[in-house]
């Protein structure tokens, strides 16, 4: 069985300051992970996935995330927020073919 | 190349009543999946189809949740009778293939059901 931890229900930082949004997975086997990202009354999108390549993982709109085995985390890092990033973010493990959503943070981002 | 199309967006019920929410997904997707999500939770899986047969409906409350994907492509998934508890977004995914390590999955926009 997985899961996943999302340790935040909210951040909030001022445009142009680094983001931050943490994740804790558990997992019986090697995992797949991901992040989407959920703007209001739109569809969930794929940020980035990691499945058990390179251990930092870039995705789209400047998202990196790093799997770090030791500490079960994956956490998900931008270096300047954009009031554009203000959304809910999920992160994701992967089972053998089903996604186990975390409970998801909202990002907020102020001028 | 169009992305996984949903039906309604919006529906507002009264409970006890019986609703209907259409997926069609991005062609040549083999795999079909049905999600719920309550207002403030991640997205649950109900159910899980591979062309037109179920692999995954463990979390489907079957006493009033019915889904069915007949021809293998588009689905159908039902609420009879919906319940307060019931309200929520109801999204369709779907992925080209299952059992490879970080397919991605695709999402259409959801629909929004108020049982009133």
């Known amino acids: 069985a997985q899961s996943v931890t999302q340790l935040d229900s909210h951040v909030s930082v001022s445009e142009g300051t680094p983001v931050l949004l943490r994740c804790n997975y558990s997992?019986?086997?090697?995992?797949?992970l991901f992040w989407y990202v959920q703007h209001p009354n739109k569809g969930l999108q794929l940020l980035l996935k990691?499945?058990?390549?390179?251990?930092l993982v870039k995705g789209i709109n400047g998202f990196e995330a790093e799997f770090k085995k030791s500490e079960t985390s994956f956490h998900l890092t931008k270096p300047s927020a954009h009031m554009s990033d203000a959304a809910e973010y999920f992160c994701v493990v992967r089972g053998y073919s089903t996604l186990t959503f975390g409970k998801g943070t909202m990002l907020l981002v102020s001028p | 190349e169009a992305g996984v199309a949903q039906s309604p967006r919006y529906k507002i019920i009264e409970k006890r009543q019986s609703v209907a929410f259409w997926c069609n997904p991005i062609s040549g997707h083999a795999t079909l999946y049905w999600y719920q999500q309550i207002l403030g939770q991640g997205p649950k899986l109900l159910i899980q189809f591979q062309n037109n047969g179920v692999v995954d409906d463990s979390q489907l409350p079957k006493d009033r949740f019915s889904a069915e994907r007949l021809k293998g492509v588009d689905s159908t998934l039902k609420i009879q009778p919906a319940k307060l508890e019931d309200s929520a977004v109801y999204l369709c995914?779907?992925?080209?293939?299952?059992?490879?390590?970080?397919?991605?999955?695709?999402f259409g926009p959801g629909t929004r059901l108020t049982v009133l």
């Open positions: 995914a779907s992925s080209p293939n299952t059992g490879l390590a970080g397919n991605e999955q695709f």
């Open positions: 997992s019986s086997y090697s995992p797949s």
């Open positions: 990691y499945t058990s390549a390179a251990t």
